[in-house]
């Protein structure tokens, strides 16, 4: 079965550094998305693409937060410099164009990030 | 997007039929209904999608009353690996738009 994947699984990095995570959609999927959820929360959403081009990314601290996804496939979020409030799980997921389809998302198993 | 609202938190003991209510009371007329289930440490994992009436599949049952301002996700026979937080979404199939997960549902099944 497809799953999406990302990278790292954990990243322990000092305040004040630049840290970059990885997410693989699953083949096919248009709109990717990435959640960041601190421990014992909600998901909230940074960043919404359908294919390379950014749909929504009003949740997202610009002043240190980037994202992109160049080809539209794999997408990179990137932190500089990292703060220790952005501790917390980052999630990727995908899904592939509405219409008659079911609306699933898919979700890789995160990348937990602590700041020291 | 509509909003929803589900209880905070549940406890259920195993073999017990566990009912999560979402009130949705703005839910516009081409919005569906997801739940989805996250274990702690993993992304959330889809369970169940409906417009209306009643939807079941292996693992739970969602029931939407004909006004659609609320739904009803139903999980029998519950065990311990059923201890998760449960998000209610509402959304249309609209190319390119997102969803909102809320807080969730945390249930815990009890021995």
């Known amino acids: 079965e497809a799953e999406v994947a990302q990278s790292p699984r954990y990243k322990i990095t000092e305040k004040s550094q630049a840290v970059a995570f990885w997410c693989d959609p699953i083949?096919?999927?248009?709109?990717l998305y990435w959640y960041r959820q601190i421990l014992g929360q909600g998901l909230e959403l940074l960043v919404q693409f359908q294919d390379e081009s950014v749909v929504d990314d009003s949740q997202l601290p610009k002043d240190r937060f980037s994202a992109e996804r160049l080809k539209g496939v794999d997408s990179t979020l990137k932190i500089q410099p990292a703060e220790l409030g952005d501790s917390a799980m980052y999630l990727c997921?995908?899904?592939?164009?509405?219409?008659?389809?079911?609306?699933?998302?898919?979700f890789g198993p995160g990348t937990r990030l602590t700041v020291t | 997007l509509a909003k929803t609202t589900q209880p905070i938190s549940m406890d259920s003991y195993e073999g017990q039929e566990v009912n999560i209510t979402c009130s949705h009371n703005?839910?516009?007329?081409?919005?569906?209904i997801t739940w989805y289930q996250q274990f702690p440490s993993q992304g959330p994992r889809f369970i169940i999608q409906?417009?209306?009436t009643k939807v079941t599949n292996e693992v739970a049952s969602l029931f939407i009353p004909a006004d659609r301002k609320s739904s009803t996700l139903s999980l029998p026979r519950v065990s311990l690996s059923d201890t998760a937080v449960y998000y209610c979404l509402v959304g249309g199939r609209i190319y390119g738009q997102n969803f909102v997960f809320g807080p969730g549902t945390r249930l815990s099944v009890l021995p």
């Open positions: 409906g417009y209306k």
């Open positions: 083949s096919g999927h248009a709109t």
């Open positions: 703005n839910i516009a007329t081409n919005d569906y």
């Open positions: 997921a995908s899904t592939h164009l509405s219409g008659q389809e079911s609306y699933e998302q898919y």
